[in-house]
């Protein structure tokens, strides 16, 4: 085995780890808190619990279909990526022949260049399938949603939030597992250019997906967001407090 073919054998060892690893290590990174998506976990749980002492849940469900609309349109934009990839993976002779004299692409053999391809194809079928399960669990909350007993005691409404936080936290972080392919596929495509690019790639991804979940302005907001929530407990309205005879001062 040549030293460049085992180059790419090492960049392959290193995207398969970055990217199949980033997510339980970004959840044990998340255990000391910091970590955007670990925050925002709790930032949704609370937005169930407000949901289930509201007097009308028609903003929550108006919020959540609009989740549903962008998980719709980047797997509509992930299918036509997979199309496009999968017609010069499978395009035979003419899809090699035109670009295998391109000068910013790697020296390589036709078989190379397929598997470098198929690398890319199940990067964007790997998040096609994460949107296709989020648009799904959203369907399910959704339904929780308008399904919410609207004049139960505080216990009840405490309970169904948090069942309702464990349809919604799973969604929207396939969601997230969607969009987080998208890096991955691009750092997939920058092989066709040679292993060490694709290695720079694979880790400069790696590196914004980090930076961004605990060093990023947004994931600071977040993160007093959750900080804030934490010290203001949920409040019962006063369409319940009337109708359970209970105090204001009730709260879940």
């Given at each position: ?82 199309a ?47 949107f ?22 505080a ?58 979940q ?33 105090p ?5």
């Amino acid at each position: 085995m040549s030293p460049s073919q085992l180059f790419d054998l090492f960049s392959v060892a290193v995207f398969a780890f970055c990217w199949l690893l980033y997510e339980p290590m970004l959840k044990r990174l998340g255990e000391g808190g910091g970590v955007l998506n670990t925050d925002m976990t709790v930032i949704r749980r609370r937005w169930m619990q407000e949901m289930a002492v509201r007097e009308i849940a028609l903003l929550d469900g108006q919020l959540l279909g609009h989740a549903i609309n962008s998980a719709s349109f980047f797997a509509s934009s992930n299918l036509i990526l997979i199309a496009a990839a999968a017609g010069v993976l499978f395009g035979g002779d003419n899809a090699w022949k035109s670009v295998e004299g391109l000068a910013v692409l790697a020296k390589t053999t036709p078989v190379m260049f397929q598997i470098k391809l198929g690398l890319v194809l199940v990067a964007l079928a790997r998040g096609l399938l994460d949107f296709i399960w989020a648009i799904r669990q959203m369907n399910y909350c959704l339904a929780a949603i308008g399904a919410a007993p609207m004049w139960a005691p505080a216990a009840v409404l405490a309970e169904y939030a948090e069942a309702a936080g464990g349809i919604l936290n799973p969604a929207l972080s396939a969601f997230n597992a969607g969009v987080r392919a998208y890096y991955f596929a691009l750092a997939a495509a920058v092989w066709l250019l040679g292993p060490l690019p694709f290695l720079v790639a694979t880790l400069g991804a790696m590196m914004l997906l980090l930076w961004r979940q605990r060093r990023s302005r947004a994931s600071m907001a977040v993160r007093k967001v959750r900080q804030i929530l934490e010290r203001q407990p949920v409040v019962h309205g006063p369409h319940l407090v009337r109708q359970n005879g209970a105090p204001p001062e009730d709260r879940i």
